[in-house]
T-cell receptor, first 117, second 114 residues
């Protein structure tokens, strides 16, 4: 298993440009998450998804959009990039069994380092 | 989700046990204590988790007090590669409003010295 794969690893955007950060997992996890981490800070949740076709906002969703058309993929879209979106973006996935309290640990990718200038 | 309090930094000598404390006084009965670490801005790495019993795996031990208001992560023989930021996180069950997500605080910077 490759686990959680994020592409690209690095990207520099100009203000106002758009891009999509890719995230794929091969563990058949139903839950997926996008976090951002600013320098010296902890991770903050942007969006999450509990299954294909179902997404919801986290703590800091403004300026981002997501979609979940398959179990494996959870892309994060940045529209009209701003310097405040300079950050490291982490995707994660986990498995939760419906109707029970079972919740596997989150598995994280190695991140995409984005700079907006 | 309950919030946690951790010391901002700790030091440990190589080969000695590293004991990282965490307070979570508002934890609910169905919330788990999770520990992750992050090395050099890589993706966070899962270490261990528990509900109320002490837990041990190949990486670490987790000691949870009987009232569940605090816990300690123990790295039994710290190495230089254990230098990282360690996050203690209280995680709710799946479903409801938390959907099993992790809420990260500032964590503890553990520095292991030769």
């Amino acid at each position: 298993n490759a686990g959680v794969t994020q592409t690209p690893k690095f990207r520099i955007l100009k203000i106002g440009q758009s891009m999509t950060l890719q995230c794929a997992q091969d563990m058949n996890h139903n839950y997926m998450y996008w976090y951002r981490q600013d320098p010296g800070m902890g991770l903050k949740l942007i969006y999450y998804s509990v299954g294909a076709g179902i997404t919801d906002k986290g703590e800091v969703p403004n300026g981002y959009n997501v979609s979940r058309s398959t179990t494996e993929d959870f892309p994060l879209r940045l529209e009209l990039a701003a310097p405040s979106q300079t950050s490291v973006y982490f995707c994660a996935s986990s498995y939760s069994k419906g109707g029970s309290s079972y919740n596997s640990p989150l598995h994280f990718g190695n991140g995409t380092r984005l700079t907006v200038t | 989700d309950a919030k946690t309090t951790q010391p901002p930094s700790m030091d440990c000598a190589e080969g000695r046990a590293a004991n990282l404390p965490c307070n979570h006084s508002t934890i609910s009965g169905n919330e788990y204590v999770y520990w992750y670490r992050q090395i050099h801005s890589q993706g966070p790495q899962y270490i261990i988790h528990g509900l109320k019993n002490n837990e041990t795996n190949e990486m670490a031990s987790l000691i949870i007090t009987e009232d569940r208001k605090s816990s300690t992560l123990i790295l039994p023989h710290a190495t230089l590669r254990d230098t990282a930021v360690y996050y203690c996180i209280v995680r709710g069950p799946p479903g409801g409003t938390s959907y099993g997500k992790l809420t990260f605080g500032q964590g503890t910077i553990l520095t292991v010295h030769p």
